[in-house]
């Protein structure tokens, strides 16, 4: 069965950071590229990175670039984002999603998420 | 980047109804586009990938169509455990975009 356990989330001030993991099971890990995905308190989804499966490849949405770092550790089946800088719109939820990988795509799986909140 | 929209953004039904869900591409897509239903204080859960493939586990009420840039969402006949909202996602090219979301509630 697969399984994504986000972890890390809290209240920071703005400007602070916080890293953000995301334990992996159930699936070769390394074969998967994976997303982090976030939703602000009553909006919707909004796509923040993602990463090949091995990590050599990473993506942002334009809104944390060059303030988050998405990053994984193949060996433990862990998936992380550091985030700095962080602002008051970056309060959200954050998902880590897999790929579907092959000829599908999407995200076939999400974990239960994680509550990011940044207020002074 | 390539925007994403939904129509529409809530639609009242019963139990039993045939509802459909438009997503609307910005520019042609092809068929990378997934579906995703998501209930209140839950996860997101994967319904469709490739236009129309379902999700093991789906239930096949769920019915995907389209490509390039229009896409419908049917469900044949709803359930009551399918009132929650549901979102269409290219992943054509990044960023990845979500739609607005159409939220299906009971009438």
């Known amino acids: 069965e697969v399984q994504l356990l986000e972890s890390g989330g809290g209240s920071v001030q703005p400007g602070g950071s916080l890293r953000l993991s995301c334990a992996a099971s159930?699936?070769?890990?390394?074969?998967?590229?994976l997303s982090w995905v976030r939703q602000a308190p009553g909006k919707g989804l909004e796509w923040v990175s993602f990463?090949?499966?091995?990590?050599?490849?990473?993506y942002y949405a334009d809104s944390v670039k060059g303030r988050f770092t998405m990053s994984r550790d193949n060996s433990k089946n862990t998936l992380y984002l550091q985030m700095n800088s962080l602002r008051g719109e970056d309060t959200a939820v954050y998902y880590c999603?897999?790929?579907?990988?092959?000829?599908?795509?999407?995200?076939?799986?999400w974990g239960q998420g994680t509550l990011v909140t940044v207020s002074s | 980047d390539i925007q994403m929209t939904q129509s529409p953004s809530s639609l009242s039904a019963s139990v039993g109804d045939r509802v459909t869900i438009t997503c609307r591409a910005s520019?042609?897509?092809?068929?990378?586009l997934a579906w995703y239903q998501q209930k209140p204080e839950k996860a997101p859960k994967s319904l469709i990938s490739?236009?129309?493939s379902l999700q093991s586990g789906a239930p096949s009420r769920f019915i995907g169509s389209g490509s390039g840039t229009d896409f419908t969402l049917t469900i044949s006949s709803l359930q009551p455990e399918d009132f929650a909202t549901y979102y269409c996602?290219?992943?054509?090219?990044?960023?990845?975009?979500f739609g607005q979301g159409t939220k299906l509630v009971i009438k």
């Open positions: 990463i090949s499966g091995y990590g050599d490849s990473t």
């Open positions: 996602q290219q992943y054509k090219g990044y960023p990845y975009t």
């Open positions: 490739v236009a129309s």
């Open positions: 520019q042609d897509i092809g068929r990378w």
């Open positions: 999603a897999k790929d579907g990988g092959g000829s599908y795509g999407g995200f076939d799986y």
């Open positions: 159930g699936f070769t890990f390394s074969s998967y590229a």
